[in-house]
């Protein structure tokens, strides 16, 4: 009977104690790992706005949130380590008092006394660990639930029941680009057209939050527009496997994130197989190639967690190696010349446009900056949703390849081969 109570009372008894602090730890700890992280993020503006304090009294408030929580936890463990404890002991003290008497009686044996009691406290063992998972199920099933949530939400884009196969040639286009972020929310971009061909370099000004990134994004397939398309060699990009999409169309966004290991593993991380004079060859190309000669241990140099022993224009360098390395048809480089001064980031600028001249796979640069776009074929502005061409006054290092001049306002731009 006590055996029984501790396997069902005492796990219930836990429950009911640690139930409303487990349910509400999850959402505490949110709150604190947010405020740290943003503290640890933004400790530089922090700094100079003279906000420190305001920011420690609310990481300090969320954490005696939290401690108050996972206190009023430890007393349903305390309970449940408690009433097991006791739960215990009354079970043995229970066979013991029965079983005396037996002894006494002669119908049990003196030197099994010891040896009944003593099964009687290992059969407990076998309930203990109940009272402390119910103090931990409902703090368990919320966690589950959110993760459910998580998986139950629909994916941005989804892969074609039967994909078709990827061209390997053609040209880039977008045909008419509509995009929102949401229902009754304005469009980002709204009739966007641009075509580009393979062996050109392309260069997408405009102001910060024109919808640039999001172009980057719709290029690989991240997000699907609402009306219009983007389309490789004529087919949709939504009749193709994205992993197809993604092989021949390469993005390197501005925040590329850089991994705690070696700068080896870190460029080669869209082609493993590739080379250590592959490796050196692209760092080279994107204007590392003297400082990776400077590093005592090369290409098996640490970067550090998130990059952190590497300078921000080095990060950005480090993600365009990374593209160059993995290859791909059409290439698109978000921001590569953040975190660079003026004179770097003409000669990364130069080397992407000679990459795309030299090598017939299509670069396209998207920036808010003007200066340094003279190598590249076409500079196009995208303004109030629209693609539109952006004049020059001299002649573009494509015209010297025998391109065609950029294309007029007024039509769809392009940058034929």
């Known amino acids: 009977a006590v055996l029984l109570a501790t396997g069902t009372a005492v796990p219930?008894?836990?429950?009911?104690?640690?139930?409303?602090?487990?349910?509400?730890?999850?959402?505490?700890?949110?709150?604190?790992?947010?405020?740290?992280?943003?503290?640890?993020?933004?400790?530089p503006e922090i700094a100079l706005a003279g906000r420190e304090s305001d920011w420690e009294d609310r990481a300090r408030r969320s954490g005696d949130a939290l401690e108050r929580l996972q206190r009023r936890d430890a007393l349903g463990g305390g309970v449940a380590a408690g009433l097991g404890a006791f739960a215990c002991s009354a079970g043995a003290l229970a066979v013991?008092?029965?079983?005396?008497?037996?002894?006494?009686?002669?119908?049990?044996?003196?030197?099994?006394?010891?040896?009944?009691?003593?099964?009687a406290l290992g059969a407990f063992e076998t309930v203990a660990p109940l009272a402390g998972a119910a103090a931990r199920i409902d703090a368990c099933a919320d966690a589950a639930l959110r993760v459910s949530e998580t998986e139950a939400r629909e994916a941005p884009v989804r892969d074609p029941e039967r994909p078709l196969p990827c061209p390997r040639r053609g040209a880039l286009e977008l045909e008419g680009l509509g995009f929102r972020y949401g229902a009754g929310l304005p469009l980002v971009l709204d009739g966007a057209s641009l075509r580009v061909e393979p062996g050109t370099a392309v260069a997408l000004t405009g102001a910060s939050g024109a919808g640039k990134s999001t172009l980057g994004e719709l290029l690989v397939r991240f997000r699907d527009p609402v009306k219009g398309r983007v389309a490789l060699d004529g087919l949709d990009?939504?009749?193709?496997?994205?992993?197809?999409?993604?092989?021949?169309?390469?993005?390197?966004?501005?925040?590329?994130?850089?991994?705690?290991?070696?700068?080896?593993?870190?460029?080669?991380?869209?082609?493993?197989?590739?080379?250590?004079e592959e490796l050196v060859s692209a760092l080279g190309m994107v204007g590392l190639?003297?400082?990776?000669?400077?590093?005592?241990?090369?290409?098996?140099?640490?970067l550090g967690e998130r990059g952190e022993r590497v300078s921000g224009g080095q990060r950005q360098r480090i993600a365009a190696a990374r593209a160059l390395v993995a290859g791909g048809r059409f290439l698109v480089f978000d921001e590569p010349t953040a975190h660079l001064d003026p004179r770097s980031a003409r000669a990364l600028l130069a080397r992407l446009a000679a990459h795309a001249h030299e090598t017939g796979s299509a670069v396209v640069v998207i920036t808010h900056e003007r200066e340094g776009l003279d190598?590249?074929?076409?500079?196009?502005?995208?303004?109030?949703?629209?693609?539109?061409?952006?004049?020059?006054?001299?002649?573009?290092?494509?015209?010297?390849?025998?391109?065609?001049?950029?294309?007029?306002a007024g039509r769809r731009p392009s940058v034929p081969a």
């Open 96 to 119: 013991l008092a029965v079983s005396a008497p037996a002894v006494e009686s002669g119908a049990l044996a003196g030197v099994l006394l010891a040896a009944v009691t003593l099964l």
């Open 289 to 302: 190639g003297d400082w990776l000669g400077t590093l005592p241990e090369g290409l098996a140099t640490e």
């Open 12 to 43: 219930y008894a836990t429950r009911l104690a640690a139930r409303a602090a487990g349910r509400r730890q999850a959402g505490a700890r949110a709150d604190l790992s947010t405020d740290l992280l943003e503290i640890v993020e933004g400790a």
């Open 375 to 408: 190598p590249f074929d076409a500079v196009l502005e995208l303004r109030d949703g629209d693609i539109r061409p952006v004049p020059r006054l001299r002649s573009s290092p494509g015209r010297a390849h025998g391109r065609a001049p950029m294309p007029s």
């Open 237 to 276: 990009l939504r009749s193709l496997a994205q992993d197809d999409v993604r092989a021949q169309v390469r993005l390197v966004p501005q925040d590329a994130y850089m991994f705690a290991t070696s700068l080896r593993a870190n460029v080669a991380l869209g082609r493993p197989a590739a080379s250590d």
